[in-house]
Antibody
Framework: EVQLVQSGGGLVKPGESLRLSCTAS????????MSWVRQAPGKGLEWVGL??????????DYGAPVKGRFNISRDDSKSSSYLLMDSLRTEDTAMYYC???????????????WGQGTRVTVSS | DIQMTQSPSTLSASVGDRVTITCRAS??????LAWYQQKPGKAPDLLIY???TLESGVPSRFSGGGSGTEFTLTISSLHPDDFALYYC?????????FGQGTKLEI
């Protein structure tokens, strides 16, 4: 089965750090670009960042609210992407989702594939 | 970043109604648009991708249309289970952006 399974998350205090994981199965992970989005309670969906495949440079890009505090990495040997969140703020409280794009037969068109999400709560 | 403008923000309808939600992109995204349904406490569920391709297992009363900058999601005959939040997403660029959401309510 093609899927993304997330882990990590939890309750932390402002200023602390947290690492989220996203592990893929059933897809050629080493070619996948991995994105992260979040959804604060009662709010819409916000792009957090992405990491390109190593064959496309392996670089990461971030949204303005998290740039300089969050870091996205990947370990192709484990088919996993990681979101390391430093200097967490109360406004980072959200559900975090990893996303990639896959082509699932019989379709020949790429479509988004989401992880199940993981909750991050930043509170003193 | 590409801005996505979704309307209406709230839509009141009844079981059996035909409804349409609109999503506009700030620049041409070809057909790289997805529609999602979200229920409280759950992750968004993919309904439509590539603007008009129905995701496997999604009822045929859902349909998507449009290309370029203007897109629609139509539900041909509302079922009780369809009352939820709906979002559009552009994936022409990997800096994904989303519409603000439409709450479909009774």
């Amino acid at each position: 089965e093609v899927q993304l399974v997330q882990s990590g998350g939890g309750l932390v205090k402002p200023g602390e750090s947290l690492r989220l994981s996203c592990t893929a199965s059933g897809l050629p992970f080493n070619f996948a670009w991995m994105s992260w989005v979040r959804q604060a309670p009662g709010k819409g969906l916000e792009w957090v960042g992405l990491i390109k495949s190593k064959s496309d440079g392996g670089t990461a890009d971030y949204g303005a609210p998290v740039k300089g505090r969050f870091n996205i990495s990947r370990d192709d040997s484990k088919s996993s992407s990681y979101l390391l969140m430093d200097s967490l703020r109360t406004e980072d409280t959200a559900m975090y989702y990893c996303i990639t794009e896959v082509t699932l037969p019989p379709s020949v068109t790429p479509r988004p594939l989401w992880g199940q999400g993981t909750r991050v709560t930043v509170s003193s | 970043d590409i801005q996505m403008t979704q309307s209406p923000s709230t839509l009141s309808a009844s079981v059996g109604d035909r409804v349409t939600i609109t999503c506009r992109a700030s620049q041409n995204i070809n057909s790289w648009l997805a529609w999602y349904q979200q229920k409280p406490g759950k992750a968004p569920d993919l309904l439509i991708y590539k603007a008009s391709t129905l995701e496997s297992g999604v009822p045929s009363r859902f349909s998507g249309g449009g290309s370029g900058t203007e897109f629609t999601l139509t539900i041909s005959s509302l079922h009780p289970d369809d009352f939820a939040l709906y979002y559009c997403q552009q994936y022409k660029t990997f800096r994904y952006t989303f519409g603000q959401g439409t709450k479909l309510e009774i």
